[in-house]
């Protein structure tokens, strides 16, 4: 197992490649005994789990503490469009008006 300063570099440059090649701003990294603590703030919760992510799959780490502060929350996530309803369920209302043909 690799010691902890050379650990961290592992790690470290981890980080970093799964950022564009630099660490995000706001991150402190710190490791001992094999184990990772992240600290500091960063953008943005999702940003705070891929910095997990990307410390916690280098070799020789055996676990990782999330210690990450945000400064705002990810956007919100639209919600998925509502199927249209149709048989009996339906809301006539919902539906273009117009002439209806029926085969009889």
């Keep these: 197992m690799p010691q902890s300063p050379e650990l961290e570099a592992q790690v ?3 980080i970093a490649e799964a ?3 630099s660490l995000p701003e ?3 990294v710190e490791v001992a005994d094999g184990r990772v603590t992240l600290t500091g703030c960063v953008d943005t919760p999702s940003v705070a789990q891929d910095i997990e992510k990307a410390a916690a799959i280098s070799p020789g780490v055996l676990g990782v503490h ?3 502060r945000t400064r705002r929350d990810d956007p919100p996530v ?3 469009a509502q199927p249209a309803v149709s048989g009996m369920n ?6 273009a008006s117009g ?3 029926h085969k009889v």
């Design 19 to 21: 950022f564009g090649g």
């Design 99 to 101: 002439p209806i043909h």
């Design 26 to 28: 706001g991150l402190v």
């Design 12 to 14: 470290r440059a981890r």
């Design 90 to 95: 339906a809301d006539p209302a919902d539906h």
């Design 78 to 80: 639209p919600a998925p």
């Design 66 to 68: 999330n210690a990450l």
